[in-house]
């Protein structure tokens, strides 16, 4: 049986993790943390949490992710997302642990015309997209036995995120605004929990970092996204269409975060599911709440 400890518990994924970790009772005994828990920033409270619980795999799901505060806060962002990580590799690398850390698509310029490869150059344009990179860079400094998963536009039926936002707003408004000119690939974070595990499971015969790109199948702007959010949620608020230039924010965001999936799906074997199923099956979720 694996002691595995994942970090950020609380948050969209650690939550989805933490329903699918009910199917593996016997082949795996979980520890959940946050930060009341484990203070991922205190490298001497994560090596004894580690020695004290025996951990033998550790599952990176924490982050500091308010893409815009970040570029007001740029060292907290740089502790959580970089400090933080390099703490977790560089005790995974003391104590021949596995690390699974998820990553970001902000890393890239966004600037391509092609799907991002997992071997393509990073350029960040933002703090967020800096300090999550910083983080990639400080776990493969570790020499530490990882697997760093990139994926983009996460959504759930927990926490906050862009579908629990627009379900609100079409509930209070009329009509809303919606960004077209930014393109990339939606993911369930419930697809990517299972995604996780299945990496997981097949083992790690490499040694170092080994870099994925996951995200749901599929490819959308934002505003078609809130248009099926809008039309699967059943509100009739209308949804117009604008630019990047005409929405205000602090952060840069990449115009285009489309992924190239091969890399995973040879790698696990796995069918992934198309972005507007899982919309579906979140938002009958929400629901049914």
């Known amino acids: 049986m694996k002691n595995t400890l994942i970090t950020g518990a609380n948050g969209q994924l650690g939550h989805c993790l933490r329903d699918l970790a009910k199917e593996y009772p016997d082949s795996y005994r979980f520890f959940y943390t946050d930060v009341a828990e484990l203070d991922i920033t205190d490298a001497d409270a994560i090596d004894k949490y580690i020695i004290d619980n025996q951990i033998n795999v550790i599952i990176n799901a924490a982050a500091y992710t308010a893409v ?157 996204f809130a248009k099926a959010i809008m039309e699967m949620g059943g509100k009739e608020c209308l949804v117009k269409p604008i630019f990047t230039s005409e929405y205000p924010a602090k952060a840069r965001r990449p115009a285009s975060s489309v992924f190239n999936l091969r890399k995973i799906k040879k790698t696990i074997n796995i069918e992934i599911p198309y972005w507007r199923d899982s919309l579906i099956l979140v938002i009958n979720k929400l629901q049914e709440k």
Not at 123 to 143: D, F, H, N, Q, W
Not at 207 to 220: D, L, P, Q, W
Request: some cysteine; aromatic content about 10%.
């Open 68 to 224: 815009d505060r970040a570029e007001d806060d740029e060292e907290n962002a740089y502790r959580i997302n970089c400090t933080a990580v390099a703490n977790l590799s560089n005790a995974a690398k003391k104590h021949d642990l596995s690390l699974f850390h998820i990553s970001t698509d902000y890393v890239f310029s966004g600037d391509s015309s092609k799907p991002y490869e997992e071997n393509d150059t990073p350029a960040p344009k933002s703090v967020y997209g800096s300090t999550k990179l910083a983080g990639e860079r400080a776990i493969m400094e570790s020499g530490c036995q990882a697997v760093v998963i990139r994926t983009s536009w996460l959504f759930s039926e927990y926490g906050n995120n862009f579908v629990k936002t627009m379900l609100r707003l079409g509930s209070e408004r009329e009509s809303i605004n919606v960004v077209c000119d930014q393109i990339g690939g939606p993911t369930y974070a419930g697809d990517l929990a299972k995604v996780i595990f299945q990496l997981i499971e097949n083992g790690l015969e490499h040694s170092g970092t080994e870099f994925y790109h996951f995200a749901n199948e599929g490819v959308c702007s934002w505003y078609d």
